[in-house]
């Protein structure tokens, strides 16, 4: 759920976790959350999103526009989805 998420986020973004990749690892994991369908990973991204200082406004863009390919939403990601249009 959104703890295991928000366990992931902060091992990617640890500097200690795989030190001299750490650029690598945060890219994979940015690219993975688009991909992600669970409603964990679209609280995270909507999270991520509202603290601008953690992603870029190209990611962004690019998780915005992946929310349409979500193939089986769930009714719970619609208030966290709200959230987003607010932020």
């Not at 890219?27 to 200082?53: H, P, R, Y």
């Not at 193939?71 to 990601?77: E, F, G, L, N, W």
Request: glycine residues 6%; proline residues 5%.
């Amino acid at each position: 759920g959104d703890a295991g998420f928000q366990n992931v986020q902060q091992y990617v973004m640890n500097p200690m976790t795989c030190r001299g990749k750490e650029e690598q690892i945060k890219k994979f994991f940015i690219d993975a959350v688009a991909m992600c369908e669970s409603t964990a990973c679209v609280n995270g991204m909507v999270g991520m999103l509202s603290q601008a200082d953690l992603v870029q406004s190209s990611v962004a863009e690019l998780w915005i526009s992946s929310l349409p390919f979500i193939r089986k939403p769930k009714s719970d990601m619609i208030p966290t989805l709200m959230n987003l249009v607010r932020v």
